[in-house]
């Protein structure tokens, strides 16, 4: 397939309200984004700002109650449950804060499990999964269950699996977190290389030393965008004026 010539990832006035009446939480409020290929986008914001929304509207894990969120061109609103999932196998890798390993398979098989479930042979399956961890330097841990691993280890694992296959999207929502800042700042240059070999990548992160690796920042509060910078140097200010 063709690569998208547009963003990757495009939010269209997107606005998700959660309940309704008095109770009515607005989590986003008329959020307007693009992402394009080769650039990777910080998104920085107090608690409860809207961080974790976005990344879940723009993984397909969630619809937006007003606007359009497109995946390389395509409208998630208009396809199916089936087409959505199928989407997130093929083009979109998801590092969760709480990494969202399956305990009863290896961490080979956990990287593996999105290829195999897109049709991909076992065997090679098997092969990406196995490389993929020793991009993210754990491929001495592939036969060992997530039980058996630190937290450090099993982020390493789960960002693997966000990044094996041809990914065009990265949504990572505080990928550092279990990590020491040696290990992080690691991780942080491999999404970067991941970025610049072609794919496009979404961040939210608090940490300013790791916003400093975007192209961009995208400030929120109360739901809406209050900076968009082309200047990841400006993340120590805006992170000031939050407090």
Same mark, same amino acid.
């Given at each position: ?23 009515? !939480? ?143 999207? !990265? ?73």
């Amino acid at each position: 397939m063709t690569p998208h010539a547009g963003p990757v990832l495009e939010l269209r006035e997107v606005s998700r309200v959660h309940g309704q009446g008095e109770t009515a !939480v607005h989590a986003l409020r008329g959020l307007s984004l693009a992402v394009t290929t080769g650039e990777l986008v910080a998104v920085m914001g107090p608690s409860g700002s809207g961080k974790s929304t976005l990344l879940h509207l723009a993984g397909g894990l969630d619809s937006p109650t007003v606007g359009e969120v497109l995946v390389e061109g395509q409208d998630l609103g208009t396809l199916s449950k089936a087409a959505v999932a199928g989407l997130r196998r093929r083009s979109i890798g998801y590092v969760f804060q709480d990494f969202n390993l399956i305990p009863a398979l290896t961490a080979v098989e956990n990287v593996a499990l999105p290829l195999e479930l897109d049709g991909v042979p076992s065997r090679r399956a098997r092969k990406e999964a196995t490389q993929a961890l020793a991009e993210v330097g754990v491929k001495e841990l592939a036969g060992r269950f997530p039980d058996d691993m630190s937290g450090g280890q099993q982020q390493r694992v789960a960002i693997a699996r966000a990044l094996v296959g041809d990914r065009r999207l !990265v949504l990572a929502d505080e990928p550092t977190g279990a990590l020491d800042s040696e290990t992080g700042e690691a991780v942080m240059r491999l999404l970067r290389a991941r970025i610049d070999a072609g794919a496009a990548g979404l961040l939210v992160t608090h940490e300013a030393r790791h916003a400093g690796w975007a192209d961009r920042i995208v400030f929120l509060r109360d739901g809406r965008a209050v900076d968009d910078t082309g200047y990841a140097s400006d993340a120590e200010s805006l992170l000031e004026e939050s407090r």
